[in-house]
């Protein structure tokens, strides 16, 4: 089983860079559909960013677009997202998650439920 561990949240002020990091535990995760989602205090999970086992990405809310940006890097079995701008709206847990049934013909997937590994979240705080 795929597991994952995402690394780089932290606290920030409005205005700073991060770039989190999700890394796979077999090289498996090069064949999946890979997505962030973050979730705010007391707001459902919402997709953020993903990317394809091919490298096409796609993004979640106009609000990230242009400020957020997903890459993957198959040698270090790792997706990353790099974030901008940051914004006090911003601020929530992000999640790493892989679509283990991805194939060539399904197309990606912005929903929850079509992520069946997930890593643990990493808290992101944009705060003065």
């Known amino acids: 089983q795929v597991q994952l561990v995402e690394s780089g949240g932290g606290l920030v002020q409005p205005g700073d860079s991060l770039r989190l990091s999700c890394t796979a535990s077999?090289?498996?995760?090069?064949?999946?559909?890979m997505a962030w989602f973050r979730q705010a205090p007391g707001k459902e999970r919402e997709f953020v960013a993903g990317?394809?086992?091919?490298?096409?990405?796609?993004y979640g809310p106009d609000s990230v677009k242009g400020r957020f940006t997903i890459s993957r890097d198959n040698a270090k079995i790792t997706v990353f997202l790099q974030m901008n701008t940051l914004k006090p709206e911003d601020t929530a847990v992000y999640y790493c998650a892989a679509d283990r049934s991805t194939t060539p013909w399904r197309g990606f997937s912005q929903k929850i439920r079509d992520y069946d590994a997930w890593g643990q979240g990493t808290q992101i705080t944009v705060s003065d």
């Open positions: 077999e090289r498996t995760f090069n064949n999946f559909n």
């Open positions: 990317i394809t086992w091919n490298d096409l990405k796609t």
